[in-house]
């Protein structure tokens, strides 16, 4: 039977962001729709979230608003790839900090978006940055 993840777990989960913030980030794993199989399953999701967004203070990689890796994420290593779109960068956003063109490219087909060429979108949309969380955090059969 699947399981939900309360506001109170949610909550003990990421004790450290200010409420306002916590609320925003709260909403938008809600209007993710996803659903945890079992309670390991939900811990599992919220530990690895909290890991790659410093306990979801950022949905965007640090390096990135900064600049310094601006450059980094644009290649994937096999053929036929998608190769990144001139003027856009493809490091670590969302819940789960995807990047690289590949992964941002096959989140937006299975969500029907076009990150390729919008993959700002990832840090700024709540609801989208859960979406690509739980569609790499299932594509990657990281349960």
Known sequence: AESEVTADQFKCAFPDIDENLRNQRWDGFQKSGWKPANN???ACLLAHVSQETDSLKTLEE??????????????CDW????????????????????????????????????LLNNPEQV??????AWKVGVWFYTDKQMS
């Open 40 to 42: 390991e399953e939900a």
């Open 62 to 75: 640090y390096c990135g608003q900064d600049g310094t890796c601006k450059d980094n994420y644009q290649t």
């Open 79 to 114: 053929n036929g790839a998608p190769a990144a779109v001139p003027g856009h960068y493809y490091w670590g956003r969302g819940a789960l900090q995807i990047s690289y063109p590949c992964n941002y490219k096959g989140a937006g087909d299975a969500l029907q978006v076009d």
């Open 123 to 128: 840090a700024t949309n709540q609801a989208l």
